[in-house]
Each structure stands twice: as structure tokens, then as C-alpha cells.
């Protein structure tokens, strides 16, 4: 089981000096991470989204981490395809060049970006884009491992030249697509790709999108493979803050979370702009898990997502991953039991503090990630006694 973290740069407050403020603390956040025994260190790409994803250029953030770390690893989670915003020869250098800069500790996931705000900034019909991001990402591992490249594809052109340089891990860097819908699950499956679930799924929907996957990367065909590594993996989305204080911690991590859910709200179907209370009591607490279900339930509306695609409970407050040490243990087992590989821990949603997401990281780190080392450790250990 891997512990990783993932990073919107989401933020309340959208003034300069906050922005500044986020960014340096994420670098902190991921320093101690390292320190704390988490694996990797995800960024997203999104462009144009206030408030809900600040990180519009997570090459650059990545890099910085790895050169401020020595041992965590780092992730897209995801690069953008559509080619004048990420061509794929420009991807294919920067992901070989950070590769080679921080020694083989970086993972490639891709991914069209979700919403028309994104894409429209570079002139493309979202509907429209699936094709073009299909044939980026079947080219660029063909670049990292070719001496030279030449493509004539339907949206991408590339004449005969030599690209450099060659990542540092052989073939490539493991790759990975983002998936929420049915679809994309079942893409990246039979393309022989990890799958980042990165949606707000519960453990019994994680089972469910496993089952899928797993079978989709049992039967895939080896002419649908993507890359030059199959990589069989799930990572699952899981919202959480964990404090000594239980009250406290779900009283911030679900006022979070509902901020998050109403920033994807405001930007994928164009409700209303989201709202963040100062304060939080108890009575208020019940409140705000059904107005944060019901409110996202609203703007993710059947209409917009078909029954079957994509499900609702998704996006629904995941309460047992805001608590106790002991609340995050049980939490994560089951996400473990229903077949994830890997959790993605998202802190920072909405205006959730820097030090409550540090003392978070502290907590998974001292008491949460060494449950499930130890447990693997006897796992390891009864195996070796039963094959003697």
C-alpha cells in the first residue's frame, strides 16, 4: 500500500499574496511528507479555474519538490493532452528531463482536463478532444524510447527528428490515466495504464470501479497497450484531516470538502459560486455533511452525468476519513479491502489551514502509515513461513 498526497492548489482566498502562500506551503507539506514516510507527491493540471485549482503548471512544482526532496516520489496527476496546450513532444521532454533530475522518481498520469472554461482557453471543443488525447498519449512513450520520432497522425504532426533526452527510468517512467466515469476506467485497464481515481468514491465504489479495472487490464489486448510498461494500479482519491481532536477534525475537513464540491459545482455545470462558513458548532455539523451532498447532487445533475457512467456518490462527504488517527486507520483499511493500491490523501480543500494539513500529515505519518507497514511486514512474514 502506497500513501501519497495530491495537490489542486485550491484556495478560498484567490489574492496574490495567498496564492504566494500556498505554493510555499505546499513545498513545505511535501518536505515533511518525506520525512513523515508518505510515497509520493501528486500534482494536478487545470487552467483558468479560480479558487478550485490554482495548479496550472505542476511540471514546475514537481520539480521544485523533487530538488527539495531526496526519497518521496512525485506525480502528474494529470498532464493535459490537447496539443497546443501540451504538445506531446514538449511532454515527453520535460517528463524524461525530471526523470533524470530526480533519479527515477516520477510517474506520468494524462488526461483531456474537464471542463470547457479549461479547454476553450486553448481554442478546443471539449467534446471534441477524446481523439486528440488518445493519440498524444499513445505517442509520447514512442518518443521517450525512439532515437528519432516521425508521426502524420489526424491532430498531430511531427517530422523525422531526434528528441532529448531519454528519461531515467527504462522504458519510461510508469503511466497512468485520470479516472472517474466507467469509460475511462475501462481505457485505462486495457491500455495496460494505472488508474487515478479521482473522484470522492467511498470504499463500496472504489470495489466496484476495481472490479472493472482489473478485469479491463486482465483482458486487454497487447495491440491497446499504451507505453512500453503495463502498470496495473489503482490509487484512491480520500479527503481527509486528521486531528487528536475529533469534532474538530470533522468540523474543518467537511466544511472543506464541501467547498470542494461546490468549487467542481460552480466550474463543471455553472452553479452558484461556493461559500465557506467562518465557524462551524456541532449542531451546524449534520448540517453541513447533507447541505454538501445535496448541494453537489444538484449541480452534478443525472443530465450531466449518465446513471451507470458515473455515479453521484462520488462526490459524497467521505465522514470517516475526518477524525482520529484510529478513525483514518479503519477508513483507509477499507478503501485497502475494497482494492485500491494506493491512497491519493487530499488535504488542502478550500480554506482548510496550513498548520491543521501539517499536524494531518504528522498524524498519518507517526501513527496511520506504520499501521500498515507493520501489517505487511507479518503479512510478508506469514508467507515466507508457509512456503517453507
Not at 501540451?86 to 511532454?91: A, E, R
Not at 517512467?173 to 487515478?196: D, H, V
Not at 472490479?211 to 483482458?219: D, S
Not at 494539513?357 to 505487511?376: C, D, Q, S, W, Y
Request: net charge negative.
Amino acid at each position: 500500500m502506497k500513501f501519497s498526497i495530491i495537490y489542486e492548489a485550491q484556495m478560498v482566498d484567490s489574492s496574490r499574496a495567498n496564492e504566494q502562500a500556498v505554493f510555499l506551503q505546499i513545498v513545505e507539506q511535501a518536505k515533511y511528507a518525506e520525512k513523515m514516510g508518505f510515497d509520493c507527491i501528486w500534482c494536478v493540471e487545470h487552467t483558468a479555474l479560480t479558487q478550485y485549482a490554482h495548479m496550472s503548471a505542476p511540471e514546475t512544482v514537481l520539480a521544485f519538490i523533487a530538488g527539495a526532496t531526496s526519497r518521496i516520489h512525485v506525480g502528474h496527476g494529470v498532464v493535459c493532452l490537447p496539443p497546443a496546450m501540451n504538445h506531446p513532444v514538449k511532454v515527453a521532454e520535460r517528463i524524461a528531463t525530471l526523470d533524470i533530475l530526480s533519479q527515477g522518481r516520477l510517474h506520468f498520469g494524462v488526461g483531456k482536463g474537464g471542463t470547457q472554461q479549461e479547454s476553450g482557453t486553448f481554442g478546443y471543443d471539449l467534446d471534441e478532444l477524446q481523439p486528440m488525447i488518445d493519440e498524444a498519449m499513445y505517442l509520447i512513450p514512442k518518443i521517450m524510447v525512439q532515437d528519432e520520432i516521425e508521426h502524420h497522425g489526424k491532430y498531430i504532426t511531427i517530422p523525422k527528428r531526434p528528441i532529448h533526452p531519454s528519461p531515467y527510468q527504462d522504458p519510461h517512467p510508469p503511466m497512468y490515466m485520470a479516472c472517474t466515469r466507467e469509460n475511462t476506467l475501462l481505457a485505462a485497464g486495457s491500455r495496460g495504464m494505472g488508474a487515478l481515481v479521482l473522484g470522492f468514491s467511498g470504499p463500496e465504489e472504489i470495489a466496484r470501479k476495481n472490479a472493472i479495472y482489473r478485469e479491463a487490464f486482465r483482458t486487454r489486448k497487447p495491440e491497446d497497450q499504451v507505453g512500453f510498461r503495463p502498470t496495473e494500479h489503482l490509487a484512491a482519491l480520500c479527503a481527509a484531516t486528521v486531528l487528536d481532536d475529533r469534532e474538530k477534525a470533522r468540523k474543518i475537513g467537511t466544511r472543506g470538502q464541501r467547498f470542494f464540491a461546490e468549487s467542481i459545482g460552480y466550474w463543471y455545470q455553472g452553479g452558484p459560486k461556493p461559500t465557506v462558513d467562518e465557524e462551524l458548532t456541532a449542531e451546524d455539523h449534520a448540517k453541513v455533511l447533507e447541505a454538501g451532498k445535496q448541494a453537489t447532487i444538484a449541480f452534478l445533475s443525472d443530465e450531466a452525468i449518465p446513471i451507470g457512467d458515473e455515479h453521484l456518490s462520488n462526490y459524497n462527504i467521505a465522514q470517516d476519513a475526518y477524525g482520529t488517527p484510529d478513525d483514518c486507520i479503519r477508513y483507509v483499511q477499507r478503501l485497502k479491502d475494497a482494492g485500491a493500491d494506493e491512497i491519493l490523501f487530499i488535504f488542502q480543500m478550500g480554506g482548510i489551514p496550513h498548520d491543521i494539513i501539517m499536524e494531518t500529515i504528522r498524524n498519518i505519518g507517526e501513527k496511520v502509515i506504520p499501521h500498515f507497514r507493520a501489517l505487511e511486514a507479518e503479512e510478508k512474514a506469514s508467507e515466507l513461513e508457509a512456503a517453507e
